[in-house]
């Protein structure tokens, strides 16, 4: 047992330092034991990614107390990753619940010592049902094992409950493996992020999976002008619609140039008698109305500009017709930036 000095008998200073030590010692031992956990992974593991992906039916996820929290997130991040997966309570399942497992199911059980008594009905009603199991457990000869068809261990370690009690270790090595097992799942579905996009439209990964021409501005809003036009007139334009930025043309609508605020600045003597293709930048940065919101924010961050025309549409040469521009400001609008 690891039991710490009374924190009334420090000085404040020297209880913060226990304290340190003490959050740093429990990330330690978690650490470890997933290493661990990642050198005695043995091909069960393979066995239970091919059950995943070749299930008829839906995943059941379970587990009692602390496990039983685990086995519900395990099952949200199946769902959200293309394997349609419930959690079903185990106290519940023996009040009815049962009735959530039909054939062409599968049982994901969760119990670190295998031995959990609330777990029995849903093992004997899946027997009953011909339903596979993947146990996830510390004990090889327990009750679960033996009825598991595919068996995933977790080392022995210690808790890193200072009484060796508490569930830790144990707890953060299940959710390890059930991480593992979903994005190996996955992976060999080959879930794109058009697929989890589907999936998972709201919060701040539907926000970053959305399509620039989601948020772009478009038709009038956008400050698009011929490459013959005053200098004079582009600053009008550029004011009145306060992007900071016009894209230039050609006689054939495709995009040729930008101008900035900047460029105003370094051209400042030819804003009275140049025109928009003298103070034009060439060769700007662009995207494509399909492409994600968090890819036109990182190429406006890796270029350090404010501003991004969206290129594509049916104009001549199609990819180079501005279609509308995007701003770091709609980004931090919805809150990616």
Same mark, same amino acid.
């Given at each position: 047992?690891?039991?710490?000095?009374?924190?009334?008998?420090?000085?404040?200073?020297?209880? $913060?330092?226990?304290?340190?030590?003490?959050?740093?010692?429990?990330?330690?031992?978690?650490?470890?034991?997933?290493?661990?956990?990642?050198?005695?992974?043995?091909?069960?593991?393979?066995? =239970?990614?091919?059950?995943?992906?070749?299930?008829?039916?839906?995943?059941?996820?379970?587990?009692?107390?602390?496990?039983?929290?685990?086995?519900?997130?395990?099952?949200?991040?199946?769902?959200?990753?293309?394997?349609?997966?419930?959690?079903? !309570?185990?106290?519940?399942?023996?009040?009815?619940?049962?009735?959530? *497992?039909?054939?062409?199911?599968?049982?994901?059980?969760?119990?670190?010592?295998?031995?959990?008594?609330?777990?029995?009905?849903?093992?004997?009603?899946?027997?009953?049902?011909?339903?596979?199991?993947?146990?996830?457990? =510390?004990?090889?000869?327990?009750?679960?094992?033996? &009825?598991? &068809?595919?068996?995933?261990?977790?080392?022995?370690?210690?808790?890193?409950?200072?009484?060796?009690?508490?569930?830790?270790t144990s707890t953060a090595m299940m959710l390890a493996l059930g991480d593992a097992l979903a994005m190996a799942t996955m992976h060999?579905?080959?879930?794109?992020?058009?697929? #989890?996009?589907?999936?998972?439209?709201?919060?701040?990964?539907?926000?970053?999976?959305? $399509?620039?021409?989601?948020?772009?501005?478009?038709? @009038? @809003? *956008?400050?698009?002008?011929? =490459?013959?036009?005053?200098?004079?007139?582009?600053?009008?334009?550029?004011?009145?619609?306060? #992007?900071?930025?016009?894209?230039?043309?050609?006689?054939?609508?495709?995009?040729?140039?930008?101008?900035?605020?900047?460029?105003? $600045?370094? !051209?400042?003597?030819?804003?009275?008698?140049?025109?928009?293709?003298?103070?034009?930048?060439?060769?700007?940065?662009?995207?494509?109305?399909?492409? #994600?919101?968090?890819?036109?924010?990182?190429?406006?961050?890796?270029?350090?500009?404010?501003?991004?025309?969206?290129?594509?549409?049916?104009?001549?040469?199609?990819?180079?017709?501005?279609?509308?521009?995007?701003?770091?400001?709609?980004?931090?609008?919805?809150?990616? =930036?």
């Open positions: 047992m690891r039991y710490g000095t009374d924190p009334s008998r420090l000085s404040p200073e020297d209880a $913060r330092a226990a304290r340190l030590r003490e959050g740093r010692s429990v990330i330690a031992i978690e650490a470890a034991a997933l290493s661990r956990l990642r050198e005695t992974l043995d091909d069960s593991f393979a066995d =239970a990614v091919e059950l995943l992906l070749t299930l008829p039916g839906r995943v059941i996820v379970t587990g009692m107390g602390k496990s039983g929290h685990i086995a519900r997130k395990i099952a949200a991040t199946l769902a959200s990753t293309g394997t349609p997966a419930l959690f079903v !309570h185990p106290a519940e399942a023996a009040h009815g619940d049962l009735g959530m *497992m039909i054939p062409g199911d599968a049982l994901i059980m969760l119990s670190n010592s295998g031995g959990t008594t609330e777990l029995k009905p849903m093992i004997g009603h899946a027997a009953v049902l011909g339903m596979p199991i993947i146990a996830i457990s =510390a004990r090889r000869n327990s009750t679960l094992m033996r &009825a598991a &068809a595919i068996r995933l261990m977790l080392p022995a370690a210690a808790e890193a409950c200072p009484a060796n009690i508490a569930p830790t060999e579905r080959g879930l794109s992020r058009d697929g #989890f996009q589907a999936l998972h439209p709201g919060g701040t990964i539907g926000l970053r999976l959305m $399509r620039v021409a989601a948020v772009m501005h478009c038709d @009038e @809003e *956008m400050p698009v002008v011929p =490459a013959d036009m005053s200098m004079r007139e582009v600053v009008l334009t550029m004011t009145r619609l306060t #992007f900071g930025i016009a894209g230039v043309v050609d006689d054939a609508g495709r995009l040729i140039g930008v101008i900035t605020d900047g460029d105003l $600045r370094r !051209h400042v003597d030819a804003l009275m008698t140049g025109t928009a293709r003298d103070v034009m930048t060439h060769d700007p940065i662009t995207i494509g109305a399909a492409s #994600f919101a968090e890819d036109a924010l990182a190429l406006m961050n890796d270029h350090k500009i404010t501003a991004l025309f969206v290129t594509g549409g049916d104009g001549a040469d199609g990819q180079d017709v501005p279609v509308g521009v995007v701003t770091i400001h709609d980004f931090l609008r919805l809150g990616l =930036a």
